[in-house]
């Protein structure tokens, strides 16, 4: 069974960016689509991008557009989430999780297993 472990959280000044990492391990994640996902203090979770199983079909949601790229690596089992321009409403901690489907979807309970999460601040 498939499990993922999220990297690249951590301190960034507003303007500034990351890249976030999701792992897995048990099986290849190139047979699924993945999903970032985060939770902001306070707030409910937010969906952010997905990524079908072959890496050439992307979807984002509101949170997600304009400054966040997903994309990934199948030969590396890894997919990216690439964070430009980051901002304090920014903060949060992101999770990455696998889509149990051949069609990439913002809904999260189509996702199953779950990371558990890398925390990122956005702060001067």
């Known amino acids: 069974q498939v499990q993922v472990v999220e990297s690249g959280g951590g301190l960034v000044q507003p303007g500034g960016s990351l890249r976030l990492t999701c792992t897995c391990s048990g099986r290849t994640c190139s047979n699924f689509g993945m999903g970032w996902f985060r939770q902001p203090p306070g707030r409910v979770r937010e969906f952010l991008a997905a990524?079908?199983?072959?890496?050439?079909?992307?979807i984002y949601g509101d949170s997600g557009k304009g400054r966040f790229t997903i994309s990934r690596d199948n030969a590396k089992n890894i997919v990216y989430l690439q964070m430009n321009n980051l901002k304090p409403e920014d903060t949060a901690d992101y999770y990455c999780a696998v889509r149990q489907g051949l069609v990439a979807s913002a809904n999260a309970r189509h996702y199953d297993p779950w990371g558990q999460g890398t925390q990122v601040t956005v702060s001067s």
């Open positions: 990524i079908d199983r072959s890496g050439t079909s992307t």
